[in-house]
């Protein structure tokens, strides 16, 4: 069984900075791109960043020049950096990542449990 387990949400105040943490455990061969998706109340769950094996991130347009995603693959986890942040960035935060467990098998989507972050005016 392969588990995600996020760390790091809470409250802070607008122009505040959070940081997220996210760690892969369980029977893992191999992992491709990891990141990050929030939704917020009464939305669709969105990207906020990924990253993907070798380094190459991709941010959504809200958060470029504010949030920073970063990996350590010999650990299996993937960070969040969050700067600057404003109340519209107030949503529950989960970490992604894609997965195959043996080396024979496929990649499989799997997500956290979340963690919410809330932002202040």
């Known amino acids: 069984q392969v588990q995600l387990v996020e760390s790091g949400g809470g409250l802070v105040q607008a122009g505040g900075s959070l940081r997220l943490s996210c760690a892969a455990s369980g029977r893992i061969s191999s992992i491709r791109d990891m990141g990050w998706y929030r939704q917020g109340p009464g939305k669709q769950r969105e990207l906020v960043a990924r990253i993907s094996k070798n380094g190459v991130p991709n941010y959504a347009d809200s958060v470029k020049g504010r949030f920073t995603v970063s990996r350590d693959n010999a650990k299996n986890t993937v960070i969040l950096q969050m700067n600057s942040l404003q109340p519209e960035d107030t949503a529950v935060y989960f970490c992604?990542?894609?997965?195959?467990?043996?080396?024979?098998?496929?990649?499989?989507?799997?997500w956290g449990q979340g963690t919410q972050v809330t932002v202040s005016s």
């Open positions: 992604y990542a894609d997965i195959k467990r043996t080396s024979w098998g496929l990649f499989v989507d799997t």
